[in-house]
């Protein structure tokens, strides 16, 4: 079983860059697909981005193209998300996820194992 510890969440002003850990214990983590999520205050859990195991195949949400990237580095047991020019709406706990099928990630169906969230803050 996987297991997944966030880290490198706080407080940043606007146009900022912050990166995102997820540390990942068990030996088959390099064949779980991996993603990024968040959930604002009063809002519900939404999608930012998915890494195929591959490590090649990428999925952002639209609110985050071109800003931010995911990443892995499965010698490490690590995956990131390299967080730039961030606006006060990327304010929310981050969640990093792992599961073995990559099309439950954009929909947030039954994702296998959760982390337990980082929290990001955007001043403006």
């Known amino acids: 079983q996987v297991q997944l510890v966030e880290s490198g969440g706080g407080l940043v002003q606007t146009g900022g860059s912050l990166r995102l850990s997820c540390a990942a214990s068990?030996?088959?983590?390099?064949?779980?697909?991996v993603g990024w999520f968040r959930q604002a205050p009063g809002k519900e859990r939404e999608f930012v981005a998915a890494n195929h195991w591959n490590g090649y195949t990428t999925t952002y949400a639209d609110s985050v193209k071109g800003r931010f990237t995911i990443s892995r580095d499965n010698a490490k047991n690590t995956v990131y998300l390299q967080m730039n020019s961030l606006k006060p709406e990327d304010t929310a706990v981050y969640y990093c996820?792992?599961?073995?099928?990559?099309?439950?990630?954009?929909?947030?169906?039954?994702?296998?194992?959760w982390g337990q969230g980082t929290l990001v803050t955007v001043s403006s």
């Open positions: 996820a792992a599961d073995k099928t990559y099309s439950k990630f954009v929909r947030i169906l039954g994702l296998e194992v």
């Open positions: 068990g030996r088959t983590f390099s064949r779980y697909h």
